[in-house]
């Protein structure tokens, strides 16, 4: 069974940063990805990262602040989030999937529950 686990959200000022873990159990190494929704929004994929960790691709809206990565060791994936903004509220899920380098939702299988990120002064 294909388990992932979220953690690491909370509350945080504009400015400042988080990092999320996302702990995948039940399959080998495959594409992972980080989506959020914010309040009265649709889901979005903000990055994912290729099952060697070689690539990486990011949305236009956290490129430059958000930094993904991912330790084959501990078969876990990591969101580091910097120079946070109201905008970036959301609950944040990591997901797995086979069919690439995406941040298309319908190409991920495998989902976590979420972790609720809150930024705001």
């Known amino acids: 069974q294909v388990q992932l686990a979220e953690s690491g959200g909370g509350s945080v000022q504009p400015g400042g940063s988080l990092r999320l873990s996302c702990v995948v159990s039940g399959v080998g190494p495959v594409y992972m990805g980080w989506f959020r929704q914010g309040p009265g929004k649709e889901r979005e994929g903000i990055a994912s990262?290729?099952?060697?960790?070689?690539?990486?691709r990011y949305s236009d809206s956290v490129k430059g602040r958000f930094t993904i990565s991912r330790d084959s060791s501990t078969n876990a994936v990591y969101l580091q989030m910097n120079s946070l903004k109201p905008d970036d509220t959301a609950m944040y899920y990591c997901?797995?999937?086979?069919?690439?380098?995406?941040?298309?939702?319908?190409?991920?299988?495998?989902w976590g529950q979420g972790t609720q990120v809150t930024v705001s002064s």
């Open positions: 990262i290729s099952p060697n960790a070689a690539r990486t």
């Open positions: 997901a797995g999937g086979v069919s690439g380098l995406s941040l298309v939702i319908g190409d991920f299988q495998f």
